[in-house]
C-alpha cells in the first residue's frame, strides 16, 4: 500500500487565487513528520514547510500552509496568491520516526502534482 | 542559493566509463545523502551516510559505489552503468542529532542535482 498518496497528478490555477495541493499519508508510527518540496524544472528540491505529528497548531511559512488533519491523516499544501513562479511539482513526503532514528532523512515521496499558474 | 553544491551538473558517460560525483555542505551536517530521480518520478533514497559511516544501503547495485571522505565532501563513484541508470542523482544533507521538539525538523537541504545520461 502506499504511505504516501497524492491523487492530482497535474493542477492548474490563476495567477493571484489560492490553491491546495492534496497528500494523505499512511503510518502506524506515532511519531512521524511531514514535509512539502517544490521541484522546479531546474531540478532543485526547494524544502517549504513541515509539520511534525505531535505539533498541535498548523504549519506556515509564508504563503504556504500546511492544513494538517491527523484522524484523516492529511496534510494537504495551501499556497495563498499564486504567483507565476509557483509552477513547479510538489511532492509530499514524510519520515517514519523521530528526528535522530534510523529513520532521519529516509523520505518516503508521494508520486507528486505538477502545478501550474496561468498568467 | 542552494547551500549543497553538486557538481557535475550534467554528465554523459559510455557504459564502459568511469565516472564520479561530487556533493559538498558546509552546514555542519553529520548525514548525507544520495537519491536517484527519474524523470516526472519522486525521488528513491539510494545511501545514507551518519557520521561519515555508510547506514543506509537500499540494495542498490555494486556499479554504484558512495564515498564518504569527511563530514563536508559526498562522492558517487559510477562503473559500467547501463542506460537505465539515466536519471537525475540528487545529493541532501541534514542534521541527525536528536535535539528538543520544534528545534529540528530533520529537513533534508538538497543540492541541485546532477544529470547522469549512460549512452
Known amino acids: 500500500a502506499q504511505k504516501i498518496t497524492q491523487t492530482q497528478p497535474g493542477m492548474f490555477v490563476q495567477e493571484k487565487e489560492a490553491v491546495t495541493l492534496d497528500c494523505t499519508y499512511d503510518?502506524?508510527?506515532?511519531?512521524?513528520?511531514l514535509f512539502w518540496y517544490k521541484q522546479p524544472s531546474s531540478g532543485e528540491m526547494i524544502f517549504l514547510i513541515y509539520q511534525g505529528s505531535y505539533d498541535q497548531q498548523n504549519a506556515t511559512e509564508g504563503r504556504y500552509s500546511l492544513n494538517f488533519q491527523k484522524a484523516r491523516k492529511s496534510a494537504n499544501l495551501v499556497i495563498s496568491a499564486s504567483q507565476l513562479g509557483d509552477s513547479a511539482m510538489y511532492f509530499c513526503?514524510?519520515?517514519?520516526?523521530?528526528?535522530?532514528?534510523?529513520?532521519?532523512?529516509?523520505?518516503?515521496f508521494g508520486q507528486g502534482t505538477t502545478l501550474q499558474v496561468k498568467p | 542559493d542552494t547551500e549543497v553544491t553538486q557538481t557535475p551538473k550534467h554528465l554523459v558517460m559510455g557504459m564502459t566509463n568511469k565516472k564520479s560525483l561530487k556533493c559538498e555542505q558546509h552546514?555542519?551536517?553529520?548525514?548525507m545523502y544520495w537519491y536517484k530521480q527519474k524523470a516526472k518520478k519522486p525521488p528513491e533514497l539510494m545511501f545514507v551516510?551518519?557520521?561519515?559511516?555508510?547506514?543506509i544501503n537500499e540494495s542498490v547495485p555494486s556499479r554504484f559505489s558512495p564515498e564518504c571522505p569527511n563530514s563536508s565532501l559526498l562522492n558517487l563513484h559510477l562503473h559500467a552503468l547501463q542506460p537505465e541508470d539515466s536519471a537525475l542523482y540528487l545529493c541532501?544533507?541534514?542534521?541527525?542529532?536528536?535535539?528538543?521538539?520544534?528545534?529540528?525538523?530533520?529537513?533534508?537541504?538538497f543540492g541541485e542535482g546532477s544529470r547522469l545520461t549512460v549512452l
Open positions: 551516510y551518519s557520521y561519515e559511516k555508510l547506514s
Open positions: 513526503a514524510m519520515r517514519e520516526g523521530r528526528v535522530g532514528s534510523s529513520n532521519t532523512g529516509k523520505l518516503i
Open positions: 541532501a544533507s541534514s542534521q541527525i542529532q536528536l535535539v528538543q521538539r520544534g528545534a529540528n525538523t530533520g529537513e533534508l537541504f
Open positions: 503510518t502506524s508510527d506515532p511519531s512521524y513528520g
Open positions: 552546514m555542519g551536517h553529520r548525514a
